[in-house]
């Protein structure tokens, strides 16, 4: 009985150390593997595109060569880029210099709203103490809501200036899409013959939570950032196309993301006037639940479960690794080591019988 004890924590205590170890070297390795992260992630986006070009026939019912559907997709993505880009950027950049202008002078218009809000006579009848820190309250939260939003921007036009310069990216995305059986083939062929099997089974399931996450996560974003959007041009907020595009970035940050994007709309329109305030509040709360209760599980459905615990603890030490950047690759990641546990974790351990 006793080694049988002693044997159980020595197996946990060493499983530990090596999952530790490896997110050790997984943080250790982000940073320069960047472009090869953003480039599966481009992978899996366009390749839907992809398969869908090669059900086409041609000749006497012969296949699209597999390089000239890969060079199909990426022209098919760049010219609807390169027409959203034509439509929306040049606005989109006009309120984001206007947003950033305007910042330094928002905590005094955010003062005055808030004594608009609960009147002046009712403060004055405060005692100083009380007063003093209400105002030290309403400059925290509005510091933390300009500092929240003045940093997702910046850092959004930050990554999009340093992809710019990832010149291996669209090489990395072009060989991924052509090759990835040979690829995989690769990866399989390190793993011993009696655990290539397994390997094979591994990679698949990872393959295809990815890709069914991408493409719905590319559809969330789009039906978010439209949607919210449009409702705020209705009420008439200003900076909409800013409001749009931090609704398609944290519809990619499960949870939080919704938080973050309702407080940050919510305090742009509060410049303008309360009432706005309101129903900006309304309109972000009813298309949350919408998107919770009706547009997510039609979507994303049961492609990713994750208890919400995990993702808010993923999501945070995403953000502390790499900002941005780790916020959005978080849940993927977080649902790759959910597979890895599944197939890995309790290797060579024999389930006990149910009494």
Request: net charge neutral; proline share 3%.
């Given at each position: 009985m006793e080694p049988l004890l002693n044997k159980k924590p020595h197996g946990m205590v060493f499983k530990s150390l090596f999952a530790l170890a490896a997110f050790a070297a997984f943080c250790f390795v982000a940073d320069f593997m960047l472009p090869v992260f953003i480039s599966v992630a481009f992978s899996y986006l366009l390749y839907p595109i992809v398969r869908l070009i090669q059900k086409f026939r041609w000749g006497e019912g012969r296949h699209i060569p597999d390089v000239l559907a890969v060079l199909l997709a990426f022209i098919i993505f760049f010219l609807f880029l390169a027409a959203a880009i034509h439509i929306l950027m040049v606005p989109l950049v006009t309120q984001v210099s206007t947003l950033s202008r305007a910042l330094p002078g928002l905590a005094v218009q955010v003062t005055a709203t808030m004594n608009m809000i609960f009147g002046l006579e009712a403060r004055s009848s405060l005692p100083p103490?009380?007063?003093?820190?209400?105002?030290?309250?309403?400059?925290?939260?509005?510091?933390?809501?300009?500092?929240?939003?003045?940093?997702?921007?910046?850092?959004?036009?930050?990554?999009?200036?340093?992809?710019?310069?990832?010149?291996?990216?669209?090489?990395?995305?072009?060989?991924?899409?052509?090759?990835?059986?040979?690829?995989?083939?690769?990866?399989?062929?390190?793993?011993?013959?009696?655990?290539?099997?397994?390997?094979?089974?591994?990679?698949?399931?990872?393959?295809?939570?990815?890709?069914?996450?991408?493409?719905?996560?590319?559809?969330?974003?789009?039906?978010?950032?439209?949607?919210?959007?449009?409702?705020?041009?209705?009420?008439?907020?200003?900076?909409?196309?800013?409001?749009?595009?931090?609704?398609?970035?944290?519809?990619?940050?499960?949870?939080?993301?919704?938080?973050?994007?309702?407080?940050?709309?919510?305090?742009?329109?509060?410049?303008?006037?309360?009432?706005?305030?309101?129903?900006?509040?309304?309109?972000?709360?009813?298309?949350?639940?919408?998107?919770?209760?009706?547009?997510?599980?039609?979507?994303?459905g049961k492609a990713i479960t994750l208890h919400p615990v995990l993702i808010i603890l993923a999501v945070i030490i995403g953000g502390k690794i790499a900002s941005v950047i780790g916020l959005i690759f978080a849940v993927p990641v977080l649902a790759i080591i959910k597979i890895l546990y599944q197939y890995f974790w309790h290797v060579g351990e024999v389930k006990p019988a149910k009494s």
């Open positions: 103490n009380v007063q003093a820190l209400i105002d030290q309250a309403l400059s925290s939260i509005s510091g933390s809501v300009m500092t929240i939003a003045q940093d997702l921007v910046t850092s959004t036009f930050r990554v999009a200036r340093s992809m710019a310069s990832m010149v291996l990216v669209p090489f990395l995305t072009f060989y991924f899409l052509k090759d990835w059986r040979t690829l995989k083939a690769m990866v399989i062929k390190i793993f011993p013959y009696d655990k290539q099997e397994l390997a094979d089974r591994v990679l698949t399931d990872i393959g295809n939570m990815l890709c069914t996450y991408v493409d719905n996560m590319l559809k969330l974003c789009l039906v978010a950032a439209g949607c919210l959007t449009i409702g705020n041009y209705i009420l008439g907020v200003q900076y909409t196309l800013v409001l749009g595009l931090l609704a398609m970035i944290t519809e990619m940050i499960p949870l939080v993301g919704s938080v973050v994007g309702t407080v940050v709309a919510v305090f742009v329109a509060l410049l303008q006037r309360p009432a706005l305030a309101l129903q900006v509040l309304i309109l972000y709360l009813v298309y949350y639940q919408v998107d919770s209760q009706v547009i997510m599980p039609n979507l994303v």
